[in-house]
């Protein structure tokens, strides 16, 4: 794959002006799928199934099965859309959208075409620095996922090059609400952040509601990015591409910085953007093309006979309504006060999953200072070399009770690291690590005694030292102990024991 002549981000944004938009579709956490009572099991069993064994007739797209909808689906899809400010439709329908694709048994997807659930509405995301950006939605609307296909036999898992096919209908059917934007403008140099927080909102609400594991990793939400250009000083909107299903924050926002500096150069040459789906590449970091975009006419759209319309009762949706947790960024701006924390501090804690636990680890007993630094700092660290998400380690419980023990003067912060790294690799709680490894702070005076004076028997001058005022050197002996005693040691005992036995 040739690699594409890109153009300076500062350069490209003085010759053109970004113009975004993005679908972002959301896999629903219900125990049944869309249409069928096949299982939509969680994440784990969910990948742990064999292929083609979480299905039903419905999802194959036999003949003579009907589909019937999902009710809990349909009261998620609501909450959802009023948690994006959108109006609830009195009555909407389901369509079919008709393509031929071996990842749908039946060649068609159910969806929602020109009557979805939910329609204009507007979410609020915080920028790094606290800038608030409203971005306009224009609807989210209900329809199932398809399957799964994994290209063999070729040296970049693509269809391009592979031998054959496989088919996986395990995620067909699962169900899914599309989150569409607006076109959103105005974003100029910070179009790449804004496309990040925009996902990072819709990931926070959509856990807040309790509807979606959202984890970009799984496939739980999946972005798509669509960005074009426009020459300053003109209105006409330029051709856009699609990137689709980008599977992580930090991919959002390379994928659309990428996407301006590969468009920008190719209408600075004289070229023109062809309008098609782009696949995003991780490993470097680019994007390449897919298919040419197909417009709604080419799925061929009609209303799905087997479904009558969704008519929710005004009640359900002032139920729902009520329900609503606070928003995203409220809730942000309140735990900051609340926790005392600048702005510099709360950076790090103040997005999706990390928020929560740290929210249920200061629940717990811990303190606002603690919770923030074991989860910014050990366990995210034990999280990038494991590569895996923080929030997946341990649970904020033991993180409280590890930092209990600290406090209690039963481990010093170097034994907790100890203790950690065994609740991690699942010996237990905090406390039943510590038994199990004997890793409690000794504090017994007799052992402590002993140790001192074969540290100052190897050193005979120190005591001397610190007889005649110096006592920093009383630091070579408590060093000496805490090495015999393989960090374990009351430092601050041994210190008292040796300044006591200088005073004699």
Known sequence: MATAKLMDFDKALELFEPVL????????????????????????????????????????????????VNETAIRSSISLGLALGCSIA??????????????????YQI?????????????????????????PIERAHMEEDAGKLTHMGGATGRIQGAEYSLVDYNRAGVPLVEIVTNIIYGTEHRAPEVAKAYVQAIRDIVRGLGISEARLERGNLRCDANVSLRPRGTDKLGTRTETKNVNS????????????????????????????????????????????????????YFPEPDL?????????????RAALPEQPVAR???????????????QDVRNGGLLDVVEATIAAGA????????????????????????THLISPENVAALQKLVDAGTLTDKLA??????????????????????????????????????????????????????VQAAGAVIGAVMKAMKGQADAARVRELILERAAQ
């Open 417 to 470: 690291r100890q203790v950690l790294e065994g609740v991690i690799s699942g010996e237990g709680t905090p406390q039943e690590v510590v038994d199990a490894r004997g890793l409690a702070v000794v504090s017994d005076d007799g052992a402590l005694i002993a140790a001192i004076d074969e540290a100052l028997a190897a050193q005979p001058d120190v005591m001397a030292k610190i007889k005649d005022g110096k």
């Open 21 to 68: 938009g993005f679908e972002v579709h959301v896999e629903l956490n219900t125990n049944t799928k869309m249409f069928s009572d096949a299982p939509n099991p969680a994440n784990e069993a969910y990948h742990a199934a064999e292929p083609n064994t979480l299905i039903a007739p419905v999802d194959l797209g036999l003949p003579g099965s009907l589909p019937v």
């Open 249 to 300: 924050m930090r991919s959002v926002e390379r994928a659309v910085k990428y996407e301006i500096q590969r468009q920008a150069q190719i209408l600075a040459d004289g070229g023109t953007i062809t309008q098609e789906t782009r696949h995003w590449h991780e490993d470097t970091g680019t994007t390449s093309p897919g298919r040419p975009k197909s417009d709604a006419d080419d799925y061929r």
């Open 111 to 135: 969806s929602q075409f020109d009557e979805p659930i939910a329609y204009e509405g507007s979410v609020e995301v915080e920028l790094e620095d606290g800038t608030l950006i409203t971005i």
């Open 308 to 320: 009558l319309p969704v008519e929710p009762a005004a009640e359900l949706i002032e139920e729902l």
């Open 367 to 390: 303190t606002p200072a603690t919770a923030r630094k074991w989860w910014t700092g050990e366990i995210s660290r034990v999280a990038n070399t494991q590569e895996k998400e923080a």
């Open 90 to 107: 009195e009555s909407s329908r389901f369509a079919r959208k008709n393509y031929f694709y071996p990842d749908l048994g039946k060649n």
């Open 332 to 346: 942000r701006r309140r735990l900051m006060t609340e926790w005392g924390f600048t702005d510099l501090e709360f």
